[in-house]
Structures are given as structure tokens and as C-alpha cells.
């Protein structure tokens, strides 16, 4: 019985990420997930969100994309789009796209097919500020 579960995070431009952490929790398509060592094995399909991990008493946070997370023998493997730590947005950034999707909102049907693009725009962008929020708390 294993007492750790390796994480790694994998974006098409890196590895974020490749530790050994105490227990994981992501956004899955059909809500907020668990895994602790010796985890049933399992694929499933991220959403865009916030996904955190436990290394003793310290967690860290950072901001998914969407994905995928597979957990197999005490090593999950999180595929996305693009990932990354608190310290590693640009809040400036993150904030601009917030305004553009709150204004694209403003401006589009809801029948529209920008409207929710720009919905998904919007969530991506709270999620990153969120994220990185928790990281000037510390």
C-alpha cells in the first residue's frame, strides 16, 4: 500500500508538473473530484476549473483549461490544454480578458454561438484570477 500518488501535469509545451503528493482534487466534467493513494483506477474529462494538491500540510493550487486525468497504480497523469500556478499568470492579462468577455456578454444574443464562447471566455478568466489570488494571499 502505497502512501503517495505521483501527479503529473502535461501541457502540449511541458511538463508542469511530475511530484509526489499526499492527495489530489480536480474539476471532472461531472463534478469536483478526490484521489488519494491507492485510488480505483479510472479516465475521466476535465473542466475548465481549479485543480489543487496536498504535499504534507502545504497545498497548491493551480488553473486548468479542461483535459483529461487518468489515475493508474498511484501515478495520475493530468493532460490540459494549458496549466499553470498562481505565480505564473499575468493578473493584468487575466483581468483584460475578463472585461472583453464581460463586454462580449453585453453585446451578443444569447442565441449566438460567440455568446458562448465568450461565457467560456469569461470562466477561463475568473478561474486564472482566482487562482492567482490565492497565491498573493500567502
Known amino acids: ?4 500518488i505521483r501527479l503529473k ?3 502540449p509545451g511541458r511538463l508542469l508538473l511530475d511530484e509526489e503528493v499526499d492527495e489530489v482534487t480536480a474539476p471532472g466534467v461531472k463534478g469536483e473530484f478526490g484521489v488519494l493513494p491507492n485510488h480505483i483506477s479510472f479516465l475521466t474529462l476535465l473542466e475548465p476549473g481549479e485543480m489543487s494538491y496536498k504535499q504534507g500540510a ?3 493550487f493551480l ?3 479542461g483535459g483529461y486525468a487518468e489515475v493508474l497504480d498511484n501515478v495520475m497523469t ?3 490544454p ?3 500556478f498562481g505565480v505564473e499568470i499575468d493578473v493584468i492579462r487575466a483581468r483584460a480578458a475578463k472585461e472583453k468577455a464581460e463586454r462580449r456578454l453585453s453585446e451578443t444574443q444569447f442565441e449566438d454561438k460567440s455568446f458562448a ?3 467560456e471566455a ?5 478561474i486564472r484570477l482566482q487562482v492567482a489570488g490565492r497565491e498573493a494571499r500567502k
Do not use: G, P
Open 1 to 4: 500500500m502505497a502512501d503517495k
Open 78 to 80: 493530468v493532460l490540459a
Open 63 to 65: 488553473a486548468l483549461s
Open 117 to 119: 464562447m465568450a461565457q
Open 9 to 11: 501535469v502535461v501541457t
Open 58 to 60: 502545504t497545498r497548491r
Open 122 to 126: 469569461l470562466r477561463k478568466s475568473l
Open 82 to 84: 494549458a496549466a499553470e
